[in-house]
């Protein structure tokens, strides 16, 4: 870098690095000044959400104008580097100069002053530091005090520092229920994943100003963790002779557990510190207030002391959660340094660069808990120095190496109790592709993490574990399965995983609750009873190897909506909701669950709350796109989808498919023609081979018939029992005038629908509105009328199945229900490009009415 030129900045010489990124010296050219440039790291710069946070927070700081702070100049970008300038102050920072035995005399009040004064001025605009420490105070040349990082550390995520700070990350994020800041000097809130305002740089303060008067913490550890726990456990000493009675009393108020026992606001302190002179000589603190602390200690304690012992990075404000290796078994993950091979620096970086990246991911996957850097160099079983308490129940290990310029990656996860590898990937990229690999491994992990092992079941790896982790490695192949079906035989391939893992170990809890998902996914799509009736089996298999197992109430919540009891199926699901390793997963069903009993409101916000607690899942995305699409709300779906296939895996292609689906819905014939042809690979899916087959139908092509009918027999040979494939080959043959053709797939997909319903126990509006429309279009007018008459008051609002019942009424000759009904699913947003091309409303466009459904109401 040294020499380069970015925009009008010319880079002189490096200063320093940190988890901000690396610090250089340059000379502003316009301006003719010097200015510190400080590069963010790539995976920060790469995640787009974090770097907006990052501008945000950057702009109320450049706000700021106070002699004891660093000021921001600006927030910019050159050749796809993302860089801050900054004054530049030449001196040493605090931890570099503390002497021994602290400060003392004018020198201590002087830098507490500054340090205080420069709390006020932020505070006054509303901006918090939370990263308060020593190595973020400098000390000019001339003497000036300057706060360093105003305001920016809450902005980044799980951002590890370097050098004197090293043994003690930087843990930051803005959302409530995340730990933030450096573990020394974190406030008792901090570390519980509580409220966190100005109050909490009061607490950071003490810590400081006591460290500065005394050369040394108030709360000792040799770990993070220890210390984290001395914080919400212990009180300091103050029984010093460089803490005179009034300072004491300043440092008593600052280092409250309670936030609202210490100063109101940062202009009391400085009220405090103005009237302390350090010549006094007065008695020590009284320890009477020490054993009120003690008093007060066991709530601080039961509060905070789970976040402390775990250094839990992303402990969650929704819903308790049980102590690792509790019968839960939810894992309490460590992600020590990774290797490299070699010397070569620039891979050193690469490696470390990508841990950091992967462990921020893993901490913003509900239900995991990840442990800081610091924590998880232990010794070789991850043991944390002085405190077994700390030790991981899992290692994510990883090393890094070049094979004529790719990147190979292996990655792995170990029982640190077991000293076993339960799982391993090896992966290849090209560098430019870093921030994709790194969310593909922080991914695949969380997947892995999701199925974990109970405390009954490590005990019985421990027995036998050839045997019992190869049943373990069968279950994990087949959710990696179920998870990423990019071809049509993944469903049987996954069963089939499933069924071998019961077969290696018959009382592997989990290997009973994946049978179960796979067999009720062969069950919803081809609605064989017998699917149905294993998959409950396996379910209550799984609940009496392990009682009250999370996973598999969830997989008999499922087995209640297909058996049409979607109410049971909500109350279940409510127990649920903050237990799973993966929460979103429990909503989603909720929400599916909802929409079984019509209460499409209640699903978009189960769907919504899915996307609030797992943002980076794809598949929340996704089914929040379908219910959107099936309300009519085709743009917010088409959002929806979008950002569902920015963050799908390359070789899943549902979300782009939703995309082109919704464009048929819109009656953009062409454009999901287009989106249909950049989808890679070939058609192996028969919703896709349908869809694709539905765009030509609809379409303009030159050829489209023929396309067509090539797409939907494709769809036919790839699920021949589709029921909604069959009839739409029926359309494509009536509009070819081939009748008796047409009729006969009418016939077979109506018989289908019809077993479906009987299996399922007859309550499913969404095959009852199928049924009476195949029922219509097969010439049974009197049945499939009947049928719609009586789902016209069940559906609700949504727009899908509105349009439907118009389509069986139009159909029978019954105009003024079919008008009504189209009527509606046009306010609710279905294309009316679509209505004037449907078959079934050849004879209806005729009608005044139909003119008028798009006329203003």
């Not at 900045?9 to 050219?29: C, N």
């Not at 391939?493 to 067999?519: K, N």
């Not at 609002?797 to 008008?819: I, N, P, Q």
Request: aromatic share 6%; charged share 25%.
């Amino acid at each position: 870098m040294i020499g380069r030129r970015l925009g009008r900045f010319t880079i002189l010489a490096k200063l320093g690095e940190g988890g901000m990124g690396q610090v250089y010296l340059a000379r502003d050219e316009e301006l003719g000044r010097r200015v510190a440039l400080k590069l963010l790291p790539p995976h920060l710069a790469a995640d787009r959400s974090r770097l907006g946070r990052l501008q945000r927070e950057a702009r109320a700081v450049a706000s700021l104008n106070h002699p004891n702070i660093v000021t921001l100049y600006s927030f910019e970008a050159c050749e796809g580097l993302h860089f801050l300038s900054l004054e530049l102050v030449e001196g040493k920072t605090l931890d570099e100069l503390l002497p021994a035995g602290g400060f003392s005399g004018e020198d201590l009040r002087r830098i507490a002053l500054s340090i205080c004064e420069a709390l006020v001025a932020a505070h006054a605009r509303g901006i918090t530091h939370r990263d308060l420490k020593p190595s973020n105070v400098m000390i000019g040349d001339d003497g000036r005090v300057k706060v360093l990082d105003f305001g920016l550390a809450k902005a980044t995520l799980l951002a590890t520092t370097v050098g004197s700070e090293a043994q003690m990350p930087t843990l930051t994020d803005t959302r409530s229920g995340f730990a933030v800041g450096t573990p020394p000097y974190m406030s008792p809130e901090q570390l519980s994943g509580g409220a966190v305002d100005h109050r909490t740089d009061l607490f950071s303060f003490g810590v400081l100003l006591y460290e500065l008067a005394t050369g040394r913490r108030p709360f000792p550890g040799e770990t993070a963790g220890a210390v984290m726990a001395s914080i919400l456990r212990d009180e300091p000493d103050f029984d010093l002779e460089q803490l005179p009675s009034p300072l004491s009393e300043i440092l008593d108020r600052c280092l409250r557990k309670n936030p609202a026992e210490r100063f109101d606001n940062a202009l009391q302190l400085l009220e405090k510190l103005r009237a302390w002179q350090p010549t006094a000589v007065s008695a020590r603190a009284a320890p009477a207030r020490r054993a009120r602390w003690r008093n007060r200690a066991p709530w601080l304690v039961m509060a905070g002391l789970l976040a402390a012992l775990s250094v839990v990075a992303a402990l969650r404000a929704r819903g308790g959660r049980s102590t690792p290796g509790s019968e839960a078994g939810e894992p309490l993950v460590a992600v020590p340094a990774w290797t490299s091979a070699g010397e070569a620096p620039e891979l050193d970086r690469a490696a470390e660069g990508l841990r950091a990246g992967v462990q921020a991911r893993l901490a913003e996957i509900p239900g995991l808990r990840v442990l800081t850097p610091a924590v998880a160099e232990g010794d070789s079983n991850g043991r944390s120095a002085g405190n077994d308490r700390l030790r991981p129940t899992v290692l994510v290990h990883g090393d890094l190496s070049t094979d004529g310029g790719e990147l190979q990656v292996n990655v792995g996860l170990t029982d640190t109790a077991l000293g076993v590898v339960l799982w391993s990937h090896r992966y290849a990229s090209g560098v430019e592709r870093a921030s994709a690999l790194e969310a593909e491994i922080a991914r695949a992990l969380g997947d892995v993490l999701s199925v974990p092992l109970s405390r009954r079941e490590r005990a019985r790896l421990a027995d036998d574990p050839a045997r019992r982790l190869r049943a373990y490695g069968y279950v994990l192949r087949g959710y990696e399965k179920l998870r990423d079906p990019a071809a049509p035989e993944a469903e049987s391939a996954a069963l089939e995983l499933f069924r071998q893992a019961t077969r290696s170990d018959p009382e592997l809890a989990s290997a009973q609750v994946g049978l179960s998902e796979a067999l009720w996914r062969r069950f919803h799509r081809h609605r064989e009873t017998a699917d149905l009736v294993e998959a409950e089996a396996a379910a209550e298999s799984a609940r009496s190897l392990e009682p009250g197992l999370p996973a598999a109430l969830l997989a008999r919540a499922r087995i209640l909506r297909s058996r049409g009891d979607g109410g049971s199926a909500i109350r279940e699901l409510g127990a649920l909701l903050s237990e799973l390793p993966r929460p979103d997963a429990a909503w989603r069903e909720l929400a599916a669950s909802y929409v079984a009993i019509g209460d499409l409101g209640e699903a978009e916000r189960s769907l919504r709350t899915a996307v609030e607690l797992a943002p980076n899942e794809w598949p929340n995305w996704n089914e929040l796109g379908r219910l959107l699409q099936r309300q009519g709300d085709y743009a917010a779906a088409e959002a929806a989808y979008r950002r569902a296939a920015e963050l799908a895996p390359g070789a899943t292609a549902a979300p782009r498919q939703n995309l082109a689906a919704v464009a048929i819905l819109r009656g953009e014939f062409d454009t999901a023609i287009e989106a249909y042809e950049r989808i890679p690979g070939d058609v192996r899916d028969a919703e896709l081979a349908s869809n694709v087959a539905t765009a030509y139908f609809f379409s303009n092509h030159p050829d489209k018939w023929v396309r067509a009918e090539r797409s939907y027999r494709l769809a036919a040979r790839l699920d021949p029992g589709n029921e909604v494939i069959q009839a739409n080959l029926g359309d494509l043959y009536g509009a070819l005038g081939r009748s008796a053709e047409a009729l006969a797939q009418y016939r077979a997909a109506l018989a289908r629908v019809e077993r479906k319903l009987a299996a399922g126990g007859g309550e499913d509006v969404e095959l009852e509105l199928r049924r009476a429309l195949f029922a219509a279009k097969a010439g049974e007018c009197g049945r499939a009328v009947a049928d719609a008459v009586g789902l016209r008051a069940r559906i609700g609002e949504s727009a899908d199945d509105l349009h439907l019942l118009g389509l069986t009424f139009a159909v029978c000759g019954r105009d003024d229900d079919a008008l009504a009904a189209l009527g509606l699913a046009v306010r609710r947003g279905v294309s009316l490009e679509m209505l004037a091309r449907e078959p079934e409303l050849t004879r209806l466009r005729a009608h005044p009415g139909f003119a008028r459904l798009s006329a203003p109401r």
